[in-house]
């Protein structure tokens, strides 16, 4: 059985609105030119990736036997980092998780396998869709540069948002209107690894209950109930170990607009090869591909790169660009999508029918 989309929702806009999606298109690709973003971290500690570096810290004290908090909070002091509030300390599945495995190499594979997971599951989205084969080898390739880095980077498997990233575009290609808890399950995975997923559970949430789906809007609201239950007693936790004279955190309500968003993109392959022009390119095209498919998954992936992208131009400090890896997956997706989005836009610019 397919889902196939019904006509694309900029093939019949007004021709005036066609132009002006346009022309803002333009105008964030040209803001994307200004300001280029970096290119990536090698993540390794000795290359400079701090946060790879201290997640091995954390882990080595867990298997000294220390409870994750404890260890997270002790790893902090030795680094003299901020210990408040309670966020500074990512959630403790993942460190649990990766405790019980051999080696950091194990970690690296497993992480690698998802991501083959991820691109199997686009690829039979795309088919379920109705794309021709030929369509769906380049979806595959296109949907390949928002997982690379996780797939070959040494020690990405420490890194909180590339799981949660590909658990999350995991859970999108599983969904459909007769089977979701898969969906569910991976979303609330996503979500008790890294807090910042919160957001992708209450959007489907959202988008289920748009659509009177009742159940399938409970269950992702018990799902998004559950993480914040679980967010609660790691707050608490934390707290006990801390006070109100350890060192804060300077926030992360920071307004740094469209160059934040530019940072965070730089985790697709394209842009790790192609530089200034693709990063300017990505997330402009990737929305536009997301909001012109008017189908539930158009829905969904337009209020997931819409809801982050906006997100990101308020919330995250410059050295915060590896939420990026939140988006990266979504973000390859969509770009999938920009060819028949762009298609619509142009035929409707230049007053011709849509088909």
């Known amino acids: 059985m397919t889902d196939v989309a019904p006509t694309g ?11 002006a999606i346009l022309i803002a298109l333009a105008g964030l690709i040209a803001l994307g030119l200004a300001r280029p973003p970096s290119r990536p971290l090698d993540p390794r500690p000795e290359k400079g990736g701090d946060d790879v570096a201290f997640y091995q810290g954390v882990v080595a004290r867990m ?3 220390q409870p994750y908090e404890a260890a997270a909070i002790g790893e902090l002091h030795a680094v003299g980092g901020p210990l408040r509030p309670f966020l500074v300390v990512r959630p403790p599945l993942l460190a649990s998780l990766l405790v019980r495995l051999p080696d950091a190499q194990t970690a690296d594979r497993l992480m690698a396998l998802l991501s083959v997971g991820v691109l199997v599951a686009w690829g039979f989205r795309f088919m379920r869709i109705g794309w021709p084969p030929l369509a769906v080898g380049g979806g595959a390739l296109v949907a390949f ?3 690379a880095a996780p797939m070959v980077t040494t020690n990405m498997s420490l890194s909180h948002e590339a799981w949660a990233g590909l658990l999350i575009a995991a859970s999108l290609a599983v969904r459909s209107e007769r089977r979701w ?3 569910v399950a991976l979303g609330l995975l996503a979500a008790l690894i890294r807090e910042l997923a919160m957001p992708y559970l209450l959007v489907m949430a959202l988008a289920a209950l748009i659509e009177r789906r009742r159940t399938e809007a409970a269950a992702f609201a018990l799902a998004l109930a559950a993480s914040v239950a679980a967010l609660a007693w790691h707050a608490h936790l934390v707290s006990g170990l801390t006070s109100a004279h350890d060192q804060a955190s300077p926030g992360w309500l920071k307004f ?18 192609g530089g200034a022009v693709a ?6 095209l990737a929305l536009a591909g ?5 189908d539930g998954l158009g829905l969904r992936l337009a209020l997931i790169l819409v809801g982050y992208t906006v997100g990101f131009m308020a919330i995250g400090r410059p050295e915060n660009s590896y939420w990026g890896l939140l988006t990266a997956p979504l973000l390859a997706v ?3 999508f920009a060819p028949a989005a762009l298609t619509d836009l142009m035929r409707r610019a230049a007053n011709r029918p849509g088909p």
Do not use: Y
Request: glycine content about 14%.
């Open 9 to 19: 929702r900029f093939a019949r806009s007004p021709r005036w609105a066609a132009i």
């Open 63 to 65: 298997r000294a036997g």
């Open 145 to 147: 540069t928002g997982v």
């Open 181 to 183: 808890g898969a969906a």
């Open 256 to 273: 740094c607009g469209w160059p934040f968003v530019m940072a965070t993109a730089k985790w697709n392959l394209a842009v790790i090869v």
């Open 279 to 284: 990063g300017a390119l990505l997330v402009p």
């Open 290 to 294: 997301a909001i012109g498919r008017r």
């Open 334 to 336: 969509g770009l999938c």
